[in-house]
């Protein structure tokens, strides 16, 4: 007898990405051929690791900046804890 698999946890989709800015005071990038994806991530947690990761690689250039997107909140923002 087999018993069902469980069932995975609520895909929460984020990317993380980042890109040297123009100036810090603001989102714009220097060069958007040369933004770096990291990657897509299931939930919040793996995201903030990857990112905290490449943060912590780029301290020393002051105008790197790497951020957090929410893409199920864009996917689809009318479901609850979009």
Do not use: C
Request: cysteine-free.
């Amino acid at each position: 007898m087999t018993t069902a698999a469980a069932k995975p946890d609520t895909q929460l989709l984020h990317l993380v990405f980042g890109g040297e800015l123009d100036d810090v005071s603001s989102v714009t990038f220097r060069d958007l051929h040369k933004l770096d994806v990291v990657g897509f991530y299931p939930n919040y947690a793996e995201a903030y690791n990857a990112w905290l990761g490449k943060a912590r690689e780029t301290l020393d250039n002051a105008q790197m900046r790497y951020f957090i997107v929410h893409l199920h909140r864009l996917l689809d923002p009318s479901k609850p804890g979009s």
